[in-house]
């Protein structure tokens, strides 16, 4: 079991960055694909990024390539998402997801996943 909590989230300007963090509890944390989607109101969950265990393989959704930076940091079983250049476009719910399998879009490869944090970013 592992159980996932997001943290990070708020309100910044277009242009301004973030920092969202994920704990993680459970003792194989660092076996785990780890994601992060973003559901924004009246659409589609939708994939961000995702980093395998050993942090070589990491995949970005196209609309934040370039911009957003996942990393992670097994020893204190913590992944992060580093999103600059935001834009009001990446206002949305975003939550932490941890998989068995390789790194992964798809939300079904995820097991566990955290409650979310919001990110609002204004014009």
């Known amino acids: 079991q592992v159980q996932l909590v997001e943290s990070g989230g708020g309100l910044v300007q277009a242009g301004g960055s973030l920092r969202l963090s994920c704990a993680a509890s459970?003792?194989?944390?660092?076996?785990?694909?780890m994601g992060w989607f973003r559901q924004a109101p009246g659409k589609e969950r939708e994939f961000v990024a995702a980093?395998?265990?050993?942090?070589?393989?990491?995949y970005y959704g196209d609309s934040v390539k370039g911009r957003f930076t996942i990393s992670r940091d097994n020893a204190r079983s913590t992944v992060y998402l580093q999103m600059n250049s935001l834009r009001p476009e990446d206002t949305a719910l975003y939550y932490c997801?941890?998989?068995?399998?390789?790194?992964?879009?798809?939300?079904?490869?995820?097991?566990?996943w955290g409650q979310g944090t919001q990110v609002t970013v204004s014009s």
């Open positions: 997801a941890a998989g068995n399998g390789g790194v992964s879009r798809t939300e079904k490869e995820y097991e566990y």
């Open positions: 459970g003792r194989t944390f660092s076996r785990y694909t």
């Open positions: 980093v395998h265990w050993n942090s070589i393989s990491r």
